[in-house]
């Protein structure tokens, strides 16, 4: 199947800083990207569908301004958690449709953020 | 109450058995059910795929929906160690082929001792 990659895979910060998180389609074009969140033993909960070349669609209680998605061509998208919190400390799992496939969503292997 | 329930284990079974997993649901608008696996540190893969109420059956593997019920299966005959993971099921109002909304189980960790 096509490969999703994300970046970095692990992460750990101070309370208060931002960080970024890339997801890429290594193989495939997708104009669509998904971010889900994970918290441990629980399901993976949408966050945001990411359009490349226009606004993220943001799920109700997601904060857009908390959650910066850009998603400035066909291979890569980025979240950006901005002043992170210890609440924020999540696994970060992006999805990308191939549309030039059997529109398929592809998963990454995630990044474990931990805010200190 | 949640949307999809799923029982999250861990769930331990010896090499060769039948493995049943299970979720149950409570929107009936429901239409397309997928079972994705994911082992440890990796994102979810995804199994089988399939619309609608019956069985549909790859390999080893048989997805089963009950539309009535409200409930949906996967089993896994002559289970192998390498199967040892986490399972979720998922389901969808619209075509996974769409930029549908997926909502996902919590998943159930599998482990089958060789």
């Known amino acids: 199947g096509a490969v999703v990659s994300q970046h970095p895979s692990r992460v750990i910060c101070k309370s208060g800083t931002s960080v970024k998180i890339e997801c890429r389609s290594l193989?495939?074009?997708?104009?669509?990207m998904f971010w889900y969140r994970q918290f441990p033993k629980q399901s993976l909960m949408l966050m945001a569908t990411s359009n490349e070349g226009s606004k993220a669609t943001y799920e109700q209680g997601v904060e857009k301004d908390k959650f910066l998605i850009n998603h400035a061509s066909l291979t890569l998208s980025t979240l950006t958690v901005t002043s992170a919190h210890p609440e924020d400390s999540s696994f970060y799992i992006c999805?990308?449709?191939?549309?030039?496939?059997?529109?398929?969503?592809?998963f990454g292997p995630g990044t474990r953020l931990t805010v200190l | 109450q949640k949307e999809v329930e799923q029982d999250p284990g861990p769930l331990s079974v010896p090499e060769g058995a039948i493995v049943s997993l299970n979720c149950t649901y409570s929107?009936?608008?429901?239409?397309?059910f997928m079972w994705y696996r994911q082992y440890s540190r990796k994102g979810p893969e995804l199994l089988m795929y399939?619309?609608?109420?019956g069985n549909k059956e790859d390999g080893r593997f048989t997805a089963q929906v009950d539309k009535s019920s409200k409930y949906i299966s996967l089993f896994i005959r002559d289970s192998q160690p390498s199967d040892s993971a986490t399972y979720l099921c998922?389901?969808?109002?619209?075509?996974?082929?769409?930029?549908?909304?997926?909502?996902f189980g919590s998943g159930t960790r599998l482990s089958i001792r060789p």
């Open positions: 998922a389901m969808s109002h619209l075509p996974y082929s769409s930029a549908s909304k997926i909502i």
């Open positions: 193989d495939f074009q997708a104009t669509t």
């Open positions: 999805s990308a449709r191939d549309e030039g496939g059997n529109n398929e969503q592809f």
């Open positions: 399939t619309y609608s109420s």
């Open positions: 929107n009936s608008a429901f239409q397309y």
